[in-house]
Nanobody
Framework: QVQLVESGGGLVQSGGSLRLSCAAF????????MGWYRRPPGKERELVAR???????GYAESVKGRFTILRDIAKNTVYLQMNSLEPEDTAVYYC????????????????WGQGTQVTVSS
């Protein structure tokens, strides 16, 4: 089994920065895509950024130019560097990782982090 452990959330002023971390632990044969989602208060969960196994990245329009998704393959860890934070970025952030646990697994599975609160004050 696999667990994702998130850290790095907190309260910052508008214009500030935070770096979120998400480390995967457990049975990991290979990791496919890794990504970050967020759920603003009273809203639906939305994709923020993702990175493929080949290193390709994608971002929501609202965070382009401000957020950067990074990974450390050796540590099975994905990061979200958030700069120029705005109050609209306030949300619970969740990491998501697609993992194949063994070579013989029928398919890869999706795993979610526990969520970390990011609050940006005006």
């Amino acid at each position: 089994q696999v667990q994702l452990v998130e850290s790095g959330g907190g309260l910052v002023q508008s214009g500030g920065s935070l770096r979120l971390s998400c480390a995967a632990f457990g049975s990991i044969f290979s990791i496919n895509a890794m990504g970050w989602y967020r759920r603003p208060p009273g809203k639906e969960r939305e994709l923020v950024a993702r990175i493929t196994s080949g290193g390709g990245t994608g971002y929501a329009e609202s965070v382009k130019g401000r957020f950067t998704i990074l990974r450390d393959i050796a540590k099975n860890t994905v990061y979200l560097q958030m700069n120029s934070l705005e109050p609209e970025d306030t949300a619970v952030y969740y990491c998501n990782v697609n993992i194949r646990s063994t070579w013989y697994a029928a398919s890869a599975n999706e795993y979610w982090g526990q969520g970390t609160q990011v609050t940006v004050s005006s």
